[in-house]
């Protein structure tokens, strides 16, 4: 059984870029979450998709956007990018993002702002 | 404001018990998660509380009291393995999840 896939696994870009990460879940998965994180922080929410629809949102500002396909692949995508947004960003999926199945990470991206 | 406190580093020896602390200031409780993650990978499940008391899995075991908002990770004969940060999370009213910093556990010999 596959687990969640996470690309590109690294990538450096320059301030005021734009980024679009992609997150694929376990299949059968309908529940996908994204994170950052940052040395000395905890996981910071950014927000959860379930069948499409944005179901929960962190507190980071409107340059961070998702959304999620039918096939509940997901996306990220972060525009005008700050030099603090450098962050491994992970993605979590689960069956329906109920307490029960836990939660499954990817292996994450880890982006960098120069 | 929401809150979950973990202390930053621990040490101890292999084949020794160590305990992680884990106290927490939410709104709302719906279950407590420890995750483990090793350096450059992936958080790994590693329990789920959401009734007070002892739930245990081989060497691992967690507690939680929700009258007193904390929970703990109990780890028992240790191996060299087990060196890696450890990860409190709490599901709010929202069912988001809230997260402590994490704790790096380092296993000596």
């Known amino acids: 059984k596959a687990g969640v896939t996470q690309t590109p696994r690294y990538l450096i870009k320059t301030r005021g870029q734009q980024v679009t990460l992609s997150c694929s879940p376990i299949s059968g998965h309908r529940s996908v979450s994204w994170y950052q994180q940052t040395p000395g922080q905890g996981l910071q929410f950014l927000f959860e998709?379930?069948?499409?629809?944005?179901?929960n949102k962190g507190n980071f500002p409107g340059r961070f956007s998702g959304r999620q396909f039918s096939n509940s692949r997901s996306e990220m995508n972060v525009s005008t990018l700050e030099l603090g947004d450098s962050a491994l960003y992970l993605c979590?999926?689960?069956?329906?993002?109920?307490?029960?199945?836990?939660?499954?990470f990817g292996s994450g991206t880890r982006l960098t702002v120069v | 404001g929401q809150n979950i406190d973990q202390p930053t580093e621990m040490t101890a020896t292999e084949g020794a018990i160590v305990q992680i602390n884990c106290t927490y200031q939410t709104s709302g409780f719906n279950g407590l998660f420890w995750y483990q993650q090793h350096a450059g990978e992936a958080p790994t499940f590693l329990s789920y509380n959401v009734l007070d008391g002892l739930e245990e899995k081989g060497r691992f075991s967690s507690f939680l009291s929700r009258s007193k908002g904390y929970s703990y990770l109990l780890l028992k004969e240790l191996q060299m393995k087990d060196s890696a940060s450890y990860l409190c999370a709490v599901m709010d009213s929202n069912y988001q999840l809230i997260w402590g910093a994490g704790t790096k556990l380092i296993i000596k010999p």
């Open positions: 979590a999926s689960s069956l329906v993002g109920g307490v029960e199945d836990g939660y499954t």
């Open positions: 998709y379930f069948s499409e629809t944005q179901r």
